[in-house]
């Protein structure tokens, strides 16, 4: 209750009481409410309101985001939510879809994420068998084309062959059937093909394609089977020809074209051995072009390898020995502030190798090049260019006693160095001062790789490379980081992380894209990716 102040009005200096229901508070036990809620109470009545802020907002996150963090914090659910897509695209009959959507790419990139869980095994069986089904009604219903495709696809889920072979058949008697021309015509066709093949026709292989549907058709069809193998000797024969002329990207073409028509031809392993050493030959022709210092011609030769063998390890390796010889010009230019002769050979080694260690660390020691001359001031008398190798070579010694061989930056023994190599690359105190921090380097790269840092395990081995680039074991070092790479990106692949193990695999593609397992972890994380559009 509250008083009222004197009005003037009634008994003079009365006060009157004024009840005020609006603050009035009835208890059950009779008791006069305390004047004011105790301490605890008060505090609990400001915070409440923020309470209820927060969870309101977490109610709205939860709605807005509540799929990408079910599957950050449970990894699971990821796999889970394939495997429910794949099971409605399979009901709905989307066996297969190039966007990634079909029930076969979401079995498979559930399969790639987590390789233990039978349900994307028993999936794809299923689709498999599904596509088979599939098959057979088009085949009755005429859809000759869709016929086949859902056939390859039943053969590429490894249906068993017996109900392959089954399906096949009926595909093939039902082909017969609805051939307009028949047999007959089909293989008019494919002989007048190979008679305008002859002898420098535009397309040798006109006739294979026409052939091998009459053989569909009619397996044991005689004709069809001796034109086939006219054919395929006139392809060779024109191979060897284009090796002869030293085009080997086209002899390997029209070679890898017959193996496709008949991997068993009498011909084709003389075929296939001529052009291995065709492409032996050329290899070692642009290693000593590489070594007598003509790099423009051993690239040609390199890149010619590669686009008839795109998997050769050593023609991709002569071509990274190319870049790193431009980007050990460029740290040289730089070295001696000629930042324009620099710069040219530096966007040579980038347009051959842009992902290459040795081209990032040229471009890095062109920058710190350019800072020290800004430091520095231009031009650098050689006294003052000779007081300031000095003072960075006993800051590298200091790094070292603390054990800072590449970090912080700038402040780390390995960028002292580097600095100073800059400034002198030829000096004697610089050169002692590189060879005794290559074994600390070495130790940094071990140990990190040792205990699964990676990321700092690569930049041991970069500072590695620059210090010894010749070093014969720097190979090894790529590629044990590249299979450190390849078990990382497994490892939170399962987890159900694609973009790591996206990030992984280039790194180790980078590194050594033939290192054991690269392949393999190349293929899950496209499947990952497919499955999860």
Same mark, same amino acid.
């Given at each position: 209750?509250?008083?009222?102040?004197?009005?003037?009005?009634?008994?003079?200096?009365?006060?009157?009481?004024?009840?005020?229901?609006?603050?009035?508070?009835?208890?059950?036990?009779?008791?006069?409410?305390?004047?004011?809620?105790?301490?605890?109470?008060?505090?609990?009545?400001?915070?409440?309101?923020?309470?209820?802020?927060?969870?309101?907002?977490?109610?709205?996150?939860?709605?807005?985001?509540?799929?990408?963090?079910?599957?950050?914090?449970? @990894?699971?659910?990821?796999?889970?939510?394939?495997?429910?897509?794949?099971?409605?695209?399979?009901?709905?009959?989307?066996?297969?879809?190039?966007?990634?959507?079909?029930?076969?790419?979401?079995?498979?990139?559930?399969?790639?994420? !987590?390789? !233990?869980?039978?349900?994307?095994?028993?999936?794809?069986?299923?689709?498999?068998?599904?596509?088979?089904?599939?098959?057979?009604?088009?085949?009755?219903?005429?859809?000759?084309?869709?016929?086949?495709?859902?056939?390859?696809?039943?053969?590429?889920?490894?249906?068993?062959?017996?109900?392959?072979?089954?399906?096949?058949?009926?595909?093939?008697?039902?082909?017969?059937?609805?051939?307009?021309?028949?047999?007959?015509?089909?293989?008019?066709?494919?002989?007048?093909?190979?008679?305008?093949?002859?002898?420098?026709?535009?397309?040798?292989?006109?006739?294979?394609?026409?052939?091998?549907?009459?053989?569909?058709?009619?397996?044991?069809?005689?004709?069809?089977?001796?034109?086939?193998? !006219?054919?395929?000797? !006139?392809?060779?024969?024109?191979?060897?020809?284009?090796?002869?002329?030293?085009?080997?990207?086209?002899?390997?073409?029209?070679?890898?074209?017959?193996?496709?028509?008949?991997?068993?031809?009498?011909?084709?392993?003389?075929?296939?051995?001529?052009?291995?050493?065709?492409?032996?030959?050329?290899?070692?022709?642009?290693?000593?072009?590489?070594?007598?210092?003509?790099?423009?011609?051993?690239?040609?030769?390199?890149?010619?390898?590669?686009?008839?063998? @795109?998997?050769?390890?050593?023609?991709?390796?002569?071509?990274?020995?190319?870049?790193?010889?431009?980007?050990?010009?460029?740290?040289?230019?730089?070295?001696?502030?000629?930042?324009?002769?620099?710069?040219?050979?530096?966007?040579?080694?980038?347009?051959?190798?842009?992902?290459?260690?040795?081209?990032?660390?040229?471009?890095?020691?062109?920058?710190?090049?350019?800072?020290?001359?800004?430091?520095?001031?231009?031009?650098?008398? @050689?006294?003052?260019?000779?007081?300031?190798?000095?003072?960075?070579?006993?800051?590298?010694?200091?790094?070292?006693?603390?054990?800072?061989?590449?970090?912080?930056?700038?402040?780390?023994?390995?960028?002292?160095?580097?600095?100073?190599?800059?400034?002198?690359?030829?000096?004697?105190?610089?050169?002692?001062?590189?060879?005794?921090?290559?074994?600390?380097?070495?130790?940094?790269?071990?140990?990190?790789?040792?205990?699964?840092?990676?990321?700092?395990?690569?930049?041991?081995?970069?500072?590695?490379?620059?210090?010894?680039?010749?070093? @014969?074991?720097?190979?090894?070092?790529?590629?044990?980081?590249?299979?450190?790479?390849?078990?990382?990106?497994?490892?939170?692949?399962?987890?159900?992380?694609?973009?790591?193990?996206?990030?992984?695999?280039?790194?180790?593609?980078?590194?050594?894209?033939?290192?054991?397992?690269?392949?393999?972890?190349?293929?899950?994380?496209?499947?990952?990716?497919?499955?999860?559009?």
């Amino acid at each position: 209750m509250r008083e009222r102040e004197p009005d003037g009005e009634g008994q003079k200096g009365r006060i009157d009481p004024v009840l005020r229901w609006d603050e009035v508070e009835f208890r059950a036990d009779g008791r006069e409410p305390p004047e004011d809620p105790p301490p605890d109470w008060q505090e609990r009545r400001r915070i409440w309101p923020w309470a209820a802020l927060a969870l309101v907002a977490l109610a709205v996150a939860l709605a807005v985001f509540r799929q990408p963090l079910a599957e950050a914090l449970w @990894p699971d659910t990821r796999v889970q939510r394939l495997l429910d897509d794949a099971e409605a695209a399979l009901k709905r009959g989307r066996l297969t879809a190039e966007d990634g959507s079909g029930a076969r790419e979401r079995f498979e990139a559930a399969q790639a994420l !987590d390789s !233990d869980r039978i349900e994307a095994r028993t999936g794809l069986v299923r689709v498999g068998y599904a596509a088979l089904q599939q098959a057979q009604a088009a085949t009755r219903e005429n859809r000759l084309e869709e016929a086949h495709q859902y056939l390859e696809l039943a053969r590429d889920l490894q249906v068993p062959r017996a109900n392959i072979n089954l399906a096949a058949e009926q595909l093939r008697t039902k082909e017969k059937e609805s051939q307009s021309g028949g047999v007959d015509a089909l293989l008019q066709q494919a002989q007048d093909a190979q008679a305008a093949a002859k002898p420098d026709g535009p397309d040798p292989a006109a006739a294979l394609p026409l052939y091998q549907r009459v053989l569909e058709l009619e397996s044991n069809q005689t004709e069809a089977l001796e034109g086939r193998e !006219d054919a395929l000797s !006139d392809l060779l024969k024109r191979a060897e020809e284009r090796l002869k002329a030293g085009d080997v990207t086209q002899a390997a073409e029209l070679i890898a074209q017959a193996r496709r028509f008949d991997a068993g031809h009498a011909d084709l392993p003389e075929a296939q051995a001529t052009l291995a050493s065709t492409l032996e030959q050329r290899r070692q022709q642009a290693d000593k072009d590489l070594r007598s210092g003509r790099r423009e011609e051993a690239l040609t030769g390199y890149q010619a390898v590669i686009e008839a063998k @795109p998997d050769d390890a050593a023609a991709r390796q002569g071509i990274e020995r190319i870049a790193a010889a431009y980007a050990q010009d460029a740290s040289r230019k730089a070295a001696d502030f000629d930042f324009d002769q620099a710069r040219v050979a530096l966007d040579k080694a980038i347009a051959i190798a842009p992902q290459s260690p040795a081209v990032k660390e040229a471009e890095q020691h062109l920058s710190r090049a350019r800072q020290s001359q800004a430091r520095l001031g231009s031009p650098a008398s @050689p006294h003052e260019r000779e007081r300031r190798v000095q003072t960075l070579l006993a800051e590298m010694a200091q790094a070292e006693e603390r054990g800072d061989w590449l970090s912080p930056p700038g402040e780390s023994a390995y960028d002292k160095l580097r600095a100073a190599q800059a400034l002198a690359p030829g000096n004697g105190a610089v050169r002692q001062a590189a060879a005794r921090l290559l074994p600390g380097v070495q130790r940094c790269f071990e140990d990190e790789l040792r205990d699964n840092r990676v990321r700092r395990a690569q930049a041991c081995q970069q500072a590695w490379q620059t210090l010894q680039p010749r070093d @014969p074991r720097l190979a090894g070092t790529r590629r044990r980081l590249a299979e450190k790479w390849v078990a990382v990106g497994n490892e939170r692949l399962g987890a159900g992380d694609v973009n790591f193990a996206a990030n992984a695999l280039r790194e180790a593609q980078t590194l050594d894209a033939y290192a054991p397992g690269v392949a393999d972890f190349a293929v899950r994380v496209r499947t990952a990716q497919a499955g999860g559009n």
